[in-house]
């Protein structure tokens, strides 16, 4: 006998085969079923840009066949880190419908910091980080407050910023204009650290161990609930995919230098916003004030805390990218997060998945926008071409991004009407 089960996230009945266990789960043949009816519905998750990065990296691949070589690929990770890092803080203020357009300068300005307190002030290390760190989320505070307390537009209030966290950083360097950072654990972790190969095998087996206890313990506790969740035979063959795609891929790095270490604790920010996103009440909450401030407000979520704490978040995490991008470079000059900066990183959370229209998106929408990014500075460079070309096919490759985006929010909002 079957039973129907209607799952809360849609409005389709989901007649699920009864006995053997399998009552509170959906086979595999199901699933690929329910992906297909939520493309058809408009939700394309990370589909386009895995398509896109596939294209890119062919045709690169063609072109000059260094592109895919583990040396190259190597650089590339390395290079996503800094501008990565600000992206993942990009998409934690378009969750919430709003845009931080200045945190080029406020990275720029923690990198400043770190310099200055750290080489002409003579601070611990640790110290002149944490201040960096500081001045970065004492800016998001102040781009919540004003927006919280007077209402005045996010779009408004860090356009004032880029401006004005920029003259801080001239005078913050003062004269010299550029001040060289000295070898120190910083400059090496941002530059010469990689993992040995049994290191990065045993982080892949961690990683692959921690998704598939994560989904088991998941499907437990909806089964439990009476809801629908996700075969074991679906979480085995995820993993499976997962864990061979990783090893491949460290193998792959490992022959040239290896898995950064920079490029590593990147990663590890992915995973700690992602669970924080999908965890915890606050990344509820996040995703409730970005779908409907009014309907949040409503069911008792402070509005204004949400907003304050992404703020902040945003722009500390632009001070980390600022701090990696000075590390990386052995030096902080007037240069540090002018030019593409806030380009590749707000370019590289909306190319990633994060909607412009709040609400939708997720943390790796940070890891696969500044890949594709880099993939393109990366190709580049290597055809010997003049940078205006980069800028051309990375405002293309934006609105691409952007157009996919406003058609799959409409074909939801035509798929709910109906």
Request: aromatic share 10%.
């Amino acid at each position: 006998m079957n039973a129907e089960r209607r799952d809360p996230s849609t409005t389709t009945t989901i007649v699920v085969p009864a006995g053997d266990g399998f009552l509170d789960r959906i086979g595999v043949s199901r699933w690929f079923t329910m992906v297909l009816t939520r493309i058809r519905g408009g939700d394309l998750g990370s589909l386009p840009v895995i398509i896109g990065l596939a294209l890119i990296w062919t045709v690169f691949q063609i072109l000059n066949p260094v592109f895919l070589s583990s040396r190259n690929l190597v650089d590339l990770t390395m290079q996503c880190a800094a501008i990565g890092t600000i992206a993942l803080g990009v998409v934690l203020v378009l969750l919430v419908g709003e845009i931080d357009l200045s945190v080029g300068s406020v990275s720029g300005l923690a990198g400043a910091v770190l310099a200055v307190t750290f080489v002409q002030l003579q601070w611990n290390l640790a110290f002149a980080l944490i201040a960096a760190i500081g001045i970065g989320c004492l800016a998001g505070i102040l781009y919540g407050f004003l927006y919280t307390r007077f209402g005045v537009p996010s779009f408004v209030i860090t356009l004032a910023g880029l401006l004005g966290f920029l003259g801080l950083q001239l005078w913050v360097l003062g004269s010299s204009g550029s001040i060289n950072l000295p070898d120190s654990w910083i400059v090496t972790f941002a530059q010469h650290l990689f993992l040995p190969a049994w290191a990065s095998y045993l982080v892949v087996a961690l990683a692959v161990a921690a998704y598939t206890w994560s989904r088991i313990r998941r499907a437990q506790r909806r089964s439990a609930a009476d809801l629908i969740s996700q075969s074991y035979t679906e979480i085995g063959l995820r993993a499976g995919a997962m864990l061979a795609f990783l090893l491949l891929a460290v193998w792959y790095l490992n022959l040239s230098r290896g898995v950064g270490v920079m490029f590593l604790f990147f990663l590890a920010l992915v995973v700690v916003a992602n669970f924080l996103l999908t965890r915890t009440r606050w990344g509820r909450s996040v995703y409730a004030v970005g779908g409907s401030e009014e309907a949040a407000r409503r069911a008792g979520i402070r509005v204004d805390r949400v907003y304050i704490s992404v703020f902040a978040l945003c722009s500390s995490l632009a001070a980390v990218g600022g701090i990696l991008a000075a590390a990386r470079l052995g030096a902080a000059n007037q240069s540090s997060g002018v030019g593409d900066t806030n380009l590749n990183a707000i370019a590289a959370a909306v190319i990633g998945g994060a909607s412009l229209f709040g609400g939708r998106g997720t943390a790796f929408a940070a890891l696969l926008g500044i890949v594709v990014i880099q993939s393109i500075s990366s190709g580049l460079t290597l055809l010997n071409l003049d940078s205006s070309v980069r800028f051309m096919i990375t405002g293309v490759v934006l609105v691409l991004a952007v157009i996919v985006d406003s058609l799959s929010r409409r074909t939801r909002t035509a798929a709910g009407r109906a």
